[in-house]
């Protein structure tokens, strides 16, 4: 059979679906079990004749839709907040990876946009980050410490501060996707863009590896978090500009609830990431390379795994009990 009349002929099933699943009309459980054996049919058939067809991506995250509402309840008798970090949100993330990608995209493209320009403009960095911070700066190099600046305040009181300000950055961020996507991209293109610059700044004056022993340890999961955030708002983004089969209100709620879900998953890092600039960067100076680089590595290892590799698996477990069952 052509794609093209396999996909005739079931349309107006998985347009049920949709109905079904996002709330437009009512089953109970066992009408969504019947119509999800179904569902496993036509995947295992797409998947079979037309593996690159956008036919598999639409059926797959629809199935996902699909087995968590028929689990709910199940999931409900359970431990919520695991079962959120567990599943829901890997299989979020999974379905909506498209826009990671974008933002990562997008992240990358701004800090080499940073970069080069303070590259080919030595005024570029204190255009960004201000007089007061790099002559601060300065001073502190020539004082043989490049990131002294973590060492001001108590501990706690720098811990809080910092956490504070990162949650109004990514919550910004993500609400911004409202926009069509365009405040997100201008926030996380001020982001990128100051640390593209303040990285080549610690390179022209010669301590760059002290600078990132220091700054990288609470950055990789700072900087993580906050592109994640940045594809949270680019769903709500999408959600409003490309509504495919649903109204855009229904597809904007959808976007919405989505991207928040993957926002509020941010939270447990930017604490994380807020604690080890306020307790454990300030010391980085006097740390054996070894304790700077194990905890560099383990923490992008951490959060790259839950949002790069976690999904998959989660996603590939679910394939695998459709295909069982």
């Known amino acids: ?55 598999v991506i639409y059926l797959n995250n629809l199935a996902a839709h699909t087995y968590q509402k028929i689990y709910k309840t199940k999931r409900e008798e359970t431990n919520r907040v695991a079962c959120f970090f567990k599943t829901e949100v890997p299989l979020i993330v999974y379905q909506n990876r498209r826009y990671i990608l974008y933002a990562f995209i997008l992240f990358f493209v701004f800090t080499a946009i940073g970069t080069i320009s303070a590259v080919h403009d030595s005024s570029f960095v204190r255009l960004i980050m201000g007089d007061g911070y790099v002559n601060q700066t300065l001073k502190n190099i020539k004082e043989g410490n490049p990131v002294a600046v973590y060492k001001s305040g108590s501990n706690w009181g720098s811990a809080i501060g910092i956490t504070l300000n990162n949650l109004k950055v990514g919550a910004t961020s993500f ?131 839950y949002y790069l590799v976690y999904p998959f698996w989660v996603n590939r477990k679910l394939r695998n009990t459709i295909t069982a069952n």
């Open 1 to 55: 059979m052509r794609e093209v009349a396999f996909i005739k002929q079931n349309k107006q099933k998985w347009l049920e679906f949709e109905q079904a699943i996002f709330g437009k009309t009512k089953k109970n459980p066992d009408e969504l079990a019947s119509l999800y054996i179904h569902l496993v049919n036509d995947l295992s058939f797409a998947q079979t004749y037309y593996p690159k067809s956008k036919s």
């Open 175 to 305: 609400i911004l996707g409202i926009s069509g996507g365009v405040g997100t991209a201008w926030i996380l293109m001020q982001n990128a863009i100051m640390l593209g610059s303040f990285q080549y700044f610690f390179y022209e004056q010669n301590v760059f590896w002290a600078s990132v022993r220091g700054i990288w340890i609470h950055g990789c999961m700072e900087i993580f978090a906050m592109v994640i955030e940045a594809g949270a708002g680019l769903i709500i983004g999408a959600s409003i500009l490309f509504p495919k089969t649903f109204s855009r209100v229904e597809s904007l709620k959808t976007g919405f609830k989505n991207g928040l879900k993957i926002w509020a998953s941010t939270l447990p890092f930017t604490f994380a990431a807020g604690m080890l600039e306020g307790f454990v960067t300030r010391y980085s100076p006097d740390m054996p390379i070894i304790l700077n680089l194990f905890i560099i590595f383990s923490t992008l290892g951490v959060i790259s795994w």
